[in-house]
């Protein structure tokens, strides 16, 4: 990859880090680990936790930001089948997902302002006009954004989830079992 490619993907990954204890990806391999199991079976409980509710919505959003839909079609389709938008909304960032905010403003300083990252930001302000509220974009359709990009395919976007997690479920796990 060029430098400023391989410096995105860096912060990509690096913005996956769990957050904390409370978090599935890092709960059941704790729990795993707390009753025996090795390291490589804790971690791989860690790994299942990761599904379509805890980090497929990066995935989901890959998806229909490297569609041909424009922003008003995929937001159309989601409210007529009363679903909610991949990588929008956040129960704690109500207004802005500073994570999200910091990615984007990292892409453009290394010349990333292409077709994924203005349609994810026209998603955001169509689902504002929909639904008279406000649905931030969130880390995970950041991610996404991100990630087609620098030119992935959506089925890779739990993988690289996962991958960014790696290192914390690792130190949860240790921790977990060497806790005295």
């Not at 410096?7 to 795993?32: M, N, T, Y």
């Not at 805890?54 to 998806?63: F, L, N, Q, T």
């Not at 008003?72 to 909610?84: C, G, I, P, Q, S």
Request: proline fraction near 4%.
């Amino acid at each position: 990859p060029k430098e400023n490619e391989r410096e995105l993907l860096s912060v990509c990954l690096l913005a996956c880090i769990d957050h904390g204890v409370q978090v599935p990806s890092v709960f059941v391999g704790r729990v795993s680990a707390s009753v025996g199991n090795p390291i490589h079976v804790a971690l791989a409980a860690d790994l299942l936790a990761i599904g379509d509710f805890h980090g497929g919505a990066v995935e989901k959003a890959m998806e229909f930001l490297k569609s041909e839909k424009p922003a008003h079609t995929v937001v159309k389709e989601a409210f007529l089948a009363n679903k909610r938008v991949a990588g929008y909304g956040h129960k704690v960032y109500t207004d802005v997902d500073l994570r999200a905010q910091a990615l984007f403003e990292r892409a453009a300083r290394l010349g990333f302002t292409g077709g994924a990252i203005h349609k994810a930001r026209e998603i955001e302000a169509q689902l504002m006009e929909v639904s008279g509220k406000k649905l931030p974009l969130n880390i995970d359709g950041a991610l996404a954004a991100l990630l087609v990009e620098l030119g992935f395919h959506p089925k890779l976007g739990k993988a690289f989830f996962a991958l960014g997690r790696f290192p914390g479920m690792m130190a949860h796990i240790l921790e977990e079992i060497t806790y005295e």
